[in-house]
Nanobody, 114 residues
Framework: EVRLVESGGGLVQAGGSLRLSCAAS????????MTWIRQPPGKGLEKVAN???????FYGEDVKGRFAVSRDNTKSMLYLDLNSVKTEDTAMYYC????????RGPGTQVTVTP
């Protein structure tokens, strides 16, 4: 059974930083693309970043240069470093197995204050 659990969300001031973590189990993490997605209040899901098993990364235009995705295959952990955050980064953040949205965790809330 695929299990994904996000943590690390919270309140952060604009311009600040935050690290999100995702603990994965139930599948071969080291052989799987992983994705961070988010859902801002009142809006749909949007892709933030993804990372290949070997560490190649892709970022959405809104976060490029500010966020960094990484992984530790030995620990089955996925990370997202949020830097220079903006109020528009406020959202529920999810990690997802693969490059889609279907297999994702319950999420962790990030709220950026002015």
């Amino acid at each position: 059974e695929v299990r994904l659990v996000e943590s690390g969300g919270g309140l952060v001031q604009a311009g600040g930083s935050l690290r999100l973590s995702c603990a994965a189990s139930g599948f071969t993490f080291g052989a799987t693309y992983m994705t961070w997605i988010r859902q801002p209040p009142g809006k749909g899901l949007e892709k933030v970043a993804n990372i290949s098993p070997s560490g190649n990364t892709f970022y959405g235009e809104d976060v490029k240069g500010r966020f960094a995705v990484s992984r530790d295959n030995t620990k089955s952990m996925l990370y997202l470093d949020l830097n220079s955050v903006k109020t528009e980064d406020t959202a529920m953040y999810y990690c997802a197995k693969g490059t889609g949205y279907t297999d994702r965790g319950p999420g962790t809330q990030v709220t950026v204050t002015p």
